[in-house]
């Protein structure tokens, strides 16, 4: 935590350095301020806390702008995205040409702090050189204590990390270094001696856990810098605008990690997720005709080591935790010995499955289990996500790129759809409405030209994706058939078609389905039972309808039953083999 000596320097400070530059405004612009995790405790009410002091004494607001890594701090500080920045003595010293020192805070009455080499307290290391073959807790590659000493230690001692650890990550932040050695995630770390000695007096059972066998010498502490030539009186505001539409760009796909597996999406450290990502994003090209979006990978302090989640737009959509050092063994139902292990769900499929060591791998497959490690987990998760969130994921800009590849080879069929036929907008609803029922839209060709055809008759892009699902019914129903090539399904009975079909209500140029909830809930009944009594065959659940009614019974089950596929009569090919393994009926 800041000390109130070292708010009030930074103050003074901050008040001669920043008043000098300001232009005479009657509304001034926000002071951003960038920030990486150094506030060990209750971060938000702090920061809150303290822009709101610091604005008092300013005169203009102060934003502050935080992000995880030095090294992302100090690229928006000389971009000019951020007008000040707390950073480690490390990057200053590299960039000081670029660079003007505005303060340099106080703890305990001295402008200077060590690095201090932790271990767990209840392990045997005496001293860095005990650490040998472990697990070792970086900061931050660009920190003084957390990374620049340590290394330096190692040196001494004749030795490189890669060679003298068996293993070592990035935290990307001084707290969880202590927390990692702490927990046991690492037999030893290096962190900010302030924090550690702060943490000590906040949260004391925190830092009994572990122990200090080395401390560095005195470094100057990490101080406040602006850019060069903002900090320059004879240069105004206006010369440098201020670029808030870097601000507005919002990443379609990402994944946020916890810092336990940073080292997973780290190649520098062997991780192997990326390159799973970029075989995904390759693999869904294939399958399903589209490119999806490069994936943002970021850490997220906030998770729990092991933890990770999905996000779309800024959304969570789904998320998932790992226990760190373990694999996930899942039970095809052929297993010879049942083991013991954790138990769990894997995060995907919500499938029933045990934690187990790595060192029972081996055991685990012999009896008869499918054992994958977390990269694999992860991988799976995310290949989940894009097949249920596929149409959120195609803009109308990828249906143009789309249609521009089309065009390279058909450019006839292109022009003959759009723009006069059907609007992109239109286009783009009826491919998301095929990825939703993860119908491919690799034979674009076809649907583009089917579209042509019936584009005269009616603009609903929803009629329209019924008549691209007949054309493209064989490659739609070729992923349910089985190794035979039969087609297992569900039908309904004339009564209950007749009831979803004099439940459509038409309106102007739409249709939907209206039903008395009473009905609907027993109609769902109804067809879950039915389901119910054919699962133990493991096929997929496929029920056949007439097409009228085809989308709106789609939409029905949608919002309780999505893995249920529906089918019409108008789907089936000459070719198909058909294998009736039930009626769904409903009580007159």
Sequence with gaps: MISTSRRAFLTATLAAACGR?????????PLRFGITPVIPDDRARFLNAWSVWLAGQLGRPVVFVERPRYREILDLLLRGQIDLAWICGYPYVQHRASLTLLAVPRFRDQTLYQSYLIVAADGTARSLADLEGGLFAWADPDSNSGWLYPNYALVQLQERPKVFFARTFFTWAHRKVLEAVAAGLAQGGAVDGYVWETVQRLQPNLTEKTRIVEKSPEFGFPPLVARREAAEPQKSAAAH???IESLLHLDLLELEVGYGLIPLVDEEQQGNLLERIRSIRRQFALEMGFIVSPLRVRDNLQ???GEYRFLIKNNEVARGEMMLGYCLALNPGEVKN???????????FQLPALWISEKRKDEAQFAGYTVVDISTIIATHLT???RSHAQELLS????QKLLDHLAQSYPKSVDELTPNLLSLGVIQRVLQNLLKERVSIRDLLTIVETLADYGPITKDPDILTEYVRQKLARSILKQYETLEGVLPLVTLDQHLEDILREGIQKMDQTAYLSLEPSLAQRILISINQTLEKIVHLNYQPIILCSPPIRRHLKKLLDRFMPQVVVISHNELTAQSKIQSLGTVTINQ
Excluded: M, N
């Excluded at 530059?21 to 612009?29: C, I, R, V, W, Y």
């Excluded at 049942?338 to 995907?348: F, L, R």
């Excluded at 109308?396 to 249906?399: A, I, K, L, N, W």
């Design 241 to 243: 605008p201020e670029q």
């Design 338 to 348: 049942v083991i013991e292990g954790i138990p769990t769900q894997e995060p995907a």
């Design 21 to 29: 530059s300001l232009p005479a405004l009657a509304d001034p612009p």
């Design 384 to 386: 989940e996500v894009i």
């Design 396 to 399: 109308r800009q990828d249906v």
């Design 303 to 305: 998770l729990k080591p």
